[in-house]
């Protein structure tokens, strides 16, 4: 299996033995008028089963792109991504929207939550979509919310919780699917270090004891090396080593 | 996404923003419910006319009576007896060898389907007495269910109390010969005096008869009977289509008394079976449309008929016209309605552009979301229409209270102008459904194909 030399230089410790999420050559472009805009441009990358890796890079690298693709939410314009074995390129809307919810669960900076619905409905969302029996669902939304330990704000509506709780919220919604891949989009970028910090231990708690393999974009280097298993650096759409990253 | 969670999501949206859904919902209502009410008032024109026509009773009854088979070409073509002069489309080519019109050939075709009731027409000669003044007239007898005919109306008194009550309905122009005031009549006893034909038995008379040449035959008593006036009446019923009679019985009464009729005397010169003939039945269809089909059966067995042509065959092609104009006067409302519904729709699209995309993300599918602005498009288009049949019936109510009252004012007896059918009721409420998913299939397939990344995009 040939893997993009840079991610090899910072392979971790821990060898894992199954591929969770595998790259290749992928690349996202826009046309902008006469302009093509490559928001991804040839990335080739392994994560393996139960890793915690955190993508970092400046504003406008291309890291959002990267992880919309593994999410499937985006398509490549080019490559192929390959998660648990399963090659993205070749499934319909409605097996990607399968593959969303089985096997994805996505976090991002703003929460996203519903504004109209309470905690527990947010939360329950993903289950509808689902088609879980209505009589597991409230069962599996609590033992959602007490792993967030928000089991005591369920009726409240997203508003009337603060931004920490938000993301617990969100937290929440994303694991009550139960997926084996956790997406992190700047969860920590809306809240200040300490309740950074929470949502971080919270992540790295499912990545132990839940044994999710977790993707997350950040900004802040300090939260990465406290808390990932490895870093990948993107500039201008390319995985590039460290020290070019802290340059540009 | 099951049905059940989209509706209820759907429910949830509504509410949200519950003046704008229900603005939409308003002009669906008032869509359908102009729908109804010009609906409703096209069946109701028609019922009326319907019920006129039926209470004439000229056009649900079929005459039958024994066919004349000696009749050449050029013979007799009158109205009665002569059935190719109502429907000359239907050749003289009897399969069936002519039938006796008698108690069997009744029984049978009362098992026709659609027949409502087969009685015979009895009619015989009489003389009436009331006090010192005596006339001598023809009686005719009517079933019970002739009280609807619109000859009685403007009956004086009542109708028979009972199907062989001995009770007589006069016509007005012979009571005045009977009584100077002829209301007076009524609840008076008169007499009745006519001649009862009485079979003859064996042994009972003639030499010839006892030989068995002749096989038939009855001899003539005069009889009397008290008979009570209930009634009186300014026109003959039917029209007097059925023939004259200034005095009228109930049937059941008629037959009981075996009075002797013309069609008797056939009997015996055409050697006759012993058992009793009719003169002719009169058979009531349950209505007018399927007076053809019946005759047509009757004919079949050997009989002769008579009917007029179905008058209410050209009344009802007028009729479908009608409701089809108004019709689609009614639904050009519910077309504005349904742009209502689309636009709806559409604003809440832009509005929850980020809440489609965040529900792709954690997993909606395309049909999920698609289904999703459908069930709120369906749920509309439900509430429309059931607030819009409560409207439309509503409406209807007011357009017959108006009316009742004017013909009131004008002396006429109030009439039912506007009927909400079961059907009306309910085929409104789909419509408004099909029409709102239809709107909403737009709107839906833009939802479905919005891209959740550019939808996630910005705050
Ligand atoms: N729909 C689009 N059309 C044109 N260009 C786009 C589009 N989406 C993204 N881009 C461009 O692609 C590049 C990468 O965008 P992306 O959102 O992945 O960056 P990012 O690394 O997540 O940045 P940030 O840290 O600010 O979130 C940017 O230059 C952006 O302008
Ligand atoms: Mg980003």
Redesign the interface.
Known sequence: MATHPHSEQLAPVAAQNAVAVEVRDAARHYAMGATLVRALDGVSLTIAAREFVCLLGSSGSGKSTLLNIIAGLDRPTAGQVTIFGRELAGMASQELARYRRETVGIVFQSFNLIPTMSVEENVELPLRFAEVERAERSGRTRLALDRVRLSHRVSHRPSELSGGEQQRVAIARALVNRPSLLLADEPTGNLDSRTGEEIMNLLREFNRELGMTVVMVTHERSLADRFADRMLFLADGKLVPERSERSG | ??TR?AVE?AG??LR?SVLRNSLTTTGIAVGVASLVAMLSLGVGLQQLANRRLTRSGLFNTVFVFRQQRDRGPGGRRGMRGDSDAAQPSSPQTPQQPPRLVDEAARQEIAQLPGVAEVYPDIRFQGELRAGDRAQITTLGSLPPSARDNDAFETLKGSYFSAPAAGEVILRREFAELLADKPESLIGQNVTLRYAEREPMKPGQTTEEYDAGTVGFGFSVVPRERTLKVVGIVDEEPFGGFRGNSDALIPTALAEDLHAAQPAGLREIVGGGSGREQYTSLVVRVSSPSGVQKVEDGIKQKGFGTFSLLDATKSLRRFFTILDLFLGIFGSLALAVASLGIVNTLVMAILERR??I????????????VRRLFFAEAGAMGFCGGALGVALGWMIGRIINAGTNLYLRNHQLPSEQIWSVPWWLVGGAIVFALVVSLVSGLYPAARAARLD??QA?RY?
């Open positions: 996404m099951k969670d999501l949830r949206n949200e980020r809440e995309g965040i529900m792709k993300a954690i997993g909606a599918s395309d049909t999920d959740p990344v996630l705050d």
